[in-house]
């Protein structure tokens, strides 16, 4: 009875905002996943080593519990059983990302490694026999680390041509298994953190000048798989390349327009330096003014961001077939000007981050489960890019508790979910899939395994490395199978 009596507060708590809508019936549900964080197997037959796996074999005090991603979920051989929990949970798309060091370990075509390649045949084999459509990352932040060493990786702009040539190795490999590409994931850690701040790989701290030169570099590599795959493969194999945005949205602080200015400049430097070059050709005009003027005060030359050339702005513009959203969390933005000084992005941006004192804390500081930040994003992208077609390629719960009775994992998913049917039914936004952050427990980056995304949990600690299930697994695998979030028989088509 007492049960009973819950179970009734709970589904009425729940069902006053979600959204009765059943997901349109091509609407790709699935989870995402990358190699790095799961494979293992870092030096196994002829890998070789990624700034990752230099990273944290070289400086393991800059990860959280000083781990590194040698093992992982040793998804290397256990690939099989990933497969069969995604099927399992009646999902019909997976996100997974290549690793170039597995299938080039030099970065270069001259060396291909076939037993990294019939690895990923193996995966896509395994896909395609259980009816799992594959969306295929190219570079989910595992360059070679040799790139790094002998070119400089990305703040070389060579890395265009270098990058080009791995895209198409992998497009004339794997072309008729994966027809959902995604060429650079996050491009804004790639840079901002990898080759600005230098937090994460490969550390290289140039705040505020070596981000920018990154981003120029990232944006003509990412054109140059596009144009590859538009020229050479898009006839014959009839798919879709795309680049991948993330972040997260910036409510203004208040009504004033300042602060209204400030949620417009986080959202244009940490999307729109991607976005706006893809969708609407060059730098968003904001983000080139300030810089600009920013870098005139500190005394530089020229700006710190670096003009393409309209020959660049023509290659570049145009060169996403749809939108890929990595989306986390909600924050609010005021209007802070940082002082003229030493440079930095954050400084450009100019905004202060922060949180309600109402909202749920958790275990990060940026993160909170907060959907109607995700239905504001959408719109933003949707009247900023032309409505393009959107997959939410990222989303889901952090916790630091690997508790398998997660109930803020399946509210925060309800939640994002019901904003995503909002999205598509109330404001005609064309999302048309969703691939939650993730199918299972993996290594965090910095975070190590002392980050806990996963429906399924892993026990990193037992030499066999089981999958477990969480109560969300069963929740999603519930939505996968009605296709709706709430009871099916009240569900609306
Ligand atoms: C950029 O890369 C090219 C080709 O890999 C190389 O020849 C050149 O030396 C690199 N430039 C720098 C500054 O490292
Ligand atoms: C990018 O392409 C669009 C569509 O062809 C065009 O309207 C726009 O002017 C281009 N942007 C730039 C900066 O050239």
Not at 290 to 299: C, I, M, Q, T, Y
Request: hydrophobic share 35%.
């Amino acid at each position: 009875m007492k049960l009973f009596l819950l179970s009734c507060i709970i589904t009425l708590s729940f069902a006053q905002d979600i959204n009765p809508r059943k997901f349109p019936p091509n609407f790709l549900l699935g989870v995402a996943n990358a190699a790095t964080q799961i494979e293992g197997g870092w030096n196994e037959d002829g890998k070789s080593e990624s700034i990752w796996d230099h990273f944290a074999h070289n400086f393991p005090e800059k990860i959280a519990d000083k781990s590194n991603a040698d093992i992982a979920c040793d998804s290397y051989h256990k690939y099989k059983e990933d497969v069969a929990l995604i099927k399992a949970m009646g999902l019909n798309h997976y996100r997974l990302s290549i690793a170039w060091t597995r299938v080039l370990p030099t970065g270069r075509t001259d060396n291909v490694n076939e037993a990294g390649v019939q690895y990923y045949k193996n995966v896509f084999k395994e896909l395609r026999d259980n009816g799992i459509i594959p969306m295929v990352t190219l570079y989910h932040w595992d360059l070679p680390q040799i790139l790094q060493e002998e070119m400089g990786g990305f703040m070389n702009e060579s890395i265009a041509d270098l990058f080009g040539d791995y895209a198409r190795f992998c497009f004339e490999t794997f072309g008729e298994d994966a027809k959902w590409w995604v060429t650079i994931n996050e491009p804004k850690q790639v840079c901002q953190v990898g080759y600005g701040a230098g937090r994460y790989a490969p550390g290289i701290k140039s705040n505020g000048v070596g981000d920018y030169v990154c981003a120029k570099n990232l944006l003509l590599a990412h054109a140059r798989a596009w144009h590859i795959y538009d020229e050479e493969f898009r006839e014959k194999n009839q798919g879709k390349v795309a680049i991948v945005v993330d972040g997260s949205w910036a409510e203004p602080g208040s009504d004033n327009e300042a602060d209204k200015a400030a949620s417009e400049r986080a959202l244009h430097f940490g999307v729109g330096l991607y976005g706006n070059p893809v969708f609407n050709g060059d730098w968003p005009e904001l983000v080139k003014q300030r810089v600009a003027e920013r870098s005139k005060l500190e005394g530089f030359s020229e700006s710190r961001l670096p003009a393409f050339t309209d020959e660049q702005i023509k290659y570049i513009n145009g060169t996403s077939d749809y939108l890929a959203l990595n989306h986390y969390s909600t924050m609010m933005a005021s209007d802070s000007e940082a002082p003229i000084g030493q440079p930095s992005f954050d400084n450009d941006i100019s905004a202060r981050s922060w949180a309600k004192p109402e909202w749920t804390p958790t275990s990060q500081w940026w993160f909170y489960d907060l959907p109607w930040g995700l239905r504001k994003f959408l719109n933003w992208l949707k009247n900023t890019y032309n409505n393009p077609e959107i997959v939410i390629t990222e989303n889901g719960y952090v916790d630091n508790d690997d508790t398998l009775e997660d109930d803020r994992r399946i509210h925060y998913l309800r939640g994002y979910l019901s904003a995503c049917l909002d999205a598509i039914y109330e404001d005609k936004v064309n999302l048309i899939g969703y691939t939650a952050w993730s199918i299972m427990d993996d290594w965090e980056w910095t975070g190590g395994y002392s980050s806990f995304l996963g429906m399924y949990k892993i026990d990193f600690k037992d030499p066999d490395i089981p999958r477990i299930k969480r109560k969300s697994a069963g929740y999603f695998t519930t939505i996968a199978h009605n296709r709706c979030l709430i009871d099916l028989d009240k569900c609306i088509e």
